[in-house]
């Protein structure tokens, strides 16, 4: 989460010269190049049904960055993550299939209104929509992160649905960015953005998803906007009222409940000494 904040902000910082579309194309083609040359996957031995979770897991990773750079673009860093919780924050609320997750529902509501700061037109409301797109968008990507993971070995599947990602973003992003891609200090940077908010966190991510209950990584990746905004305060100086930390605060809360009570709602479900879900079986609930 460290490295993903950091370089979103650098992200920021090259958006004049390159745009937000233009900066998703550099950091896919540079995490396609380096993961590519890591993991030198084999195109051998793969189904239909693989190759198309390839390709769905690709389109997404292209999506979900685009409509995140272009929230970033509108709205400051911690306000535009804690909106992209909301997406997986929703759907882990749904799958706890217990009325008592509702006031985790409740809660993040708050938190949404705190977030506001008194006044959700002070926030850019094409942002918002942005970034609302991305929080739906991130929950298909945890979804195919951890279905890819279990069909290749290592990081094959990362790998290629990076590469098919960065194929889906170049005419788009060659549009939006121009003549300014091809410098070599905006290269350079670009270069350092692919490694930070995607080729090391996807990486991790995906290993994580292979070895670390569902439910607990989902508890720490509801830390996110947190660091986000730590990260925007020290970069960028995007400097948050106090209701607006509350907003985060209560998301967080928000999120670690509906985890815990999504995963206290298949325990029951599971035979004894059974653990939660794991490399080997289906991720449990789609989470933040």
């Given at each position: ?23 998703v ?22 189904g ?9 897991f ?89 279905r ?23 005419p ?32 991790l991510e ?22 986000a905004?730590i ?16 907003g ?18 298949d ?22």
């Amino acid at each position: 989460m460290a490295c993903q904040e950091v370089g979103a902000s650098v992200a920021v910082v090259l958006f004049p010269q390159t745009g937000p579309l233009g900066m998703v194309m550099l950091r896919l083609v540079f995490s396609a190049i380096v993961l590519l040359l890591i993991a030198r996957p084999s195109l051998r031995g793969h189904g239909r049904a693989n190759w198309l979770a390839v390709l769905g897991f690709g389109a997404t990773l292209a999506l979900m960055n685009g409509l995140f750079y272009l929230a970033l673009s509108r709205l400051p860093l911690g306000v535009t993550v804690t909106i992209e919780v909301l997406g997986p924050l929703v759907l882990s609320i749904l799958a706890s299939r217990r009325a008592s997750a509702w006031l985790w529902a409740l809660l993040a509501f708050a938190g949404v209104l705190a977030l506001g700061g008194g006044g959700w037109d002070r926030l850019d409301p094409i942002g918002v929509l942005f970034a609302l797109g991305a929080a739906a968008t991130w929950a298909l990507y945890i979804l195919s992160s951890a279905r890819v993971g279990r069909a290749f070995p290592r990081l094959d599947g990362l790998a290629l649905a990076m590469a098919a990602g960065a194929l889906l973003s170049l005419p788009v992003g060659i549009a939006a960015g121009g003549a300014a891609l091809f410098r070599p200090e905006v290269l350079g940077l670009g270069a350092a953005v692919a490694v930070l908010s995607s080729t090391i966190p996807y990486a991790l991510e995906l290993i994580a998803l292979r070895r670390l209950a569902a439910s607990a990584f989902a508890i720490l990746m509801s830390l996110s906007p947190a660091t986000a905004s730590i990260a925007g305060l020290l970069i960028l100086h995007q400097r948050l009222s106090w209701l607006e930390v509350v907003g985060i605060v209560l998301v967080i809360l928000a999120s670690i409940g509906a985890v815990r009570a999504a995963a206290r709602a298949d325990a029951p479900t599971r035979p004894r000494g059974a653990r939660d879900a794991g490399p080997d079986e289906p991720f449990a609930e789609p989470v933040a």
